[in-house]
């Protein structure tokens, strides 16, 4: 998992490795939090995961591929997105992923290191 963790944290630094961006840090953080959360509703049963693309109750092997997929897609993604307009795209995932966070915090999923 902490592995796991560290790619998708790490992926964005790679990509764009002259020059970080806060917008781009700040929605792989948000990313990675999803990621942990999704991983606890994957290990504990309790709670059904709201994705369609993994499925309602998906593996921990689900899991992973899909959120390391989608920070290398997102990443890739956003060096084609013009430069001037690159923070609104990051902002547009850190609040899709966002909300996602905040409704699983809402529904007592917690992060588990």
Known sequence: MKTMLLLILIIPMAVNAK????????????????????????????????????????????????????AIIYNVAAQFVPKKHRNKFYVAIGLGHGSAVVHNYSAGIRIQF
Do not use: C, K
């Open 19 to 70: 020059s970080p961006d806060w917008f781009m840090i700040s929605a792989n953080s948000i990313i990675a939090i999803d990621y942990l959360q999704t991983l606890e509703i994957a290990q504990s049963g309790e709670w059904n995961e709201r994705n369609p693309i993994m499925g309602e109750y998906p593996s921990t092997g689900d899991v992973n591929r899909y959120f390391v997929s989608l």
